[in-house]
Nanobody
Framework: VQLQASGGGLVQAGGSLRLSCRAS????????MGWYRQAPGNQRELAAS???????YYVDSVKGRFTISRDNARRTVYLQMNSLEPEDTAVYYC?????????????WGQGTQVTVSS
């Protein structure tokens, strides 16, 4: 399994970024997919997820600002992040979602760094 996240960067508060994560080695269309993030000193948290049928979940802190989407033909999941806040600074990773609701794979990839300056 390979999960390649990209699109991070340094942005000012109020700005936008679009993250992409391409998956290989899995039957992508059969999995729910999630974007996780880990800020320094914090545990990794699920920020957003999208089910096989397109249903979405967002952690309260990103509702109304982030939008997750997927393209099964490209085996890619996206995260559009608007109105970014310094608290969004973290390394962002993607992973598949298991039937138990946890991350499906131990392989997280390198993630992509998002830094929001105030």
């Amino acid at each position: 399994v390979q999960l390649q996240a990209s699109g991070g960067g340094l942005v000012q508060a109020g700005g936008s970024l679009r993250l992409s994560c391409r998956a290989s080695g899995i039957n992508f269309s059969l999995y729910g997919m999630g974007w996780y993030r880990q800020a320094p000193g914090n545990q990794r948290e699920l920020a957003a997820s999208i089910a096989r049928n397109g249903g979405t979940y967002y952690v309260d802190s990103v509702k109304g600002r982030f939008t997750i989407s997927r393209d099964n033909a490209r085996r890619t999941v996206y995260l559009q992040m608007n109105s970014l806040e310094p608290e969004d600074t973290a390394v962002y990773y993607c992973n598949a979602i298991s039937s138990l609701g946890s991350a499906a794979f131990d392989s997280w990839g390198q993630g992509t760094q998002v830094t929001v300056s105030s």
